[in-house]
């Protein structure tokens, strides 16, 4: 189980979050390293400005993570790697969804509660494949999110690196593996992701392209079902390209945790 791990996740989790931004678009409103000014009212008892959300320490900031997000998901229980991707998904997307995300994956009962039966569960399953499934519900629900259009290339890379960061976490902390063996794997993982984006952007030029020429000649025959067929090429076309983005950032994600692993072993010589 990953004790004392809330550091290691945390630094992963906050160079995403970032510091201090006031996008008009986010709901959150003023945020730093991840804190909404909401949540900052909440924690401290009483109101605070948007200054007071800027000047925010790294300090205050981990006891907020720790008692508001690493410890509802009871992640000081979970595998290496498993308590980064549901503690993440919790920062990003609430504790109970993360929760509940981590529930799906290994087939306990989604109440948004990690408790006992969830842990069985866990931990009777392969960590790698909790982290993987976890980070697909992620991109899923994200997808759905009116605001995808703004902020959705930023998620997917995420995700991706969660994905591939907490898979790495488990090969090295969980399964104690080699840098070396570790990098092989996630190697691995790098090729699987790229030639599956390499196929969907295929499917995707197939679709677009088998719609277009019966547009081209057929269309002004004025038969409806000829526009079914078109509209469901150019739909099956660009869930095709969204998918090869997607596996595109999970190959390079892999790709830059491989790099990591080559350093710690040169390190280590």
Known sequence: MARNNLLACLTITLAHEGGYVDHPADPGGATNMGITHKTLVVWRGKPVTKSDVKNLTVEEAAKIYDKNYWGPVNAELLPYG???????????????????????AVGAKQDGK???DTLRLTAAMDPAQTIQKICAARLSFVQGLTIFKTFGRGWTRRIADIEAKGVAMWLRNGKGWSAAK????????????????????K????????GAVVGAGDLLTGS???????????????????????NRARAEAYEGAL???????LAGQ
Do not use: C, H, Y
């Not at 570790?182 to 599956?196: K, M, N």
């Not at 095709?240 to 997607?246: D, G, V």
């Open 114 to 116: 990690v408790g006992p």
């Open 182 to 201: 570790t990098a092989e794997e996630l190697a691995r993982q790098a090729s699987g992701a790229a030639t599956t984006a390499a196929n969907n952007g």
């Open 82 to 104: 498993v308590d980064l991707a549901t503690f993440d998904a919790g920062v990003m997307s609430g504790p109970a969804r993360g929760a509940k995300w981590l529930q799906q």
């Open 259 to 265: 790099v990591e692993q080559e350093m710690d072993e």
């Open 203 to 210: 499917g995707a030029a197939g679709a677009g392209g088998g």
């Open 224 to 246: 409806g079902w000829l526009w079914v067929i078109v509209a469901m090429a150019v739909v099956a076309g660009g869930l095709l390209m969204l998918k090869a983005r997607q």
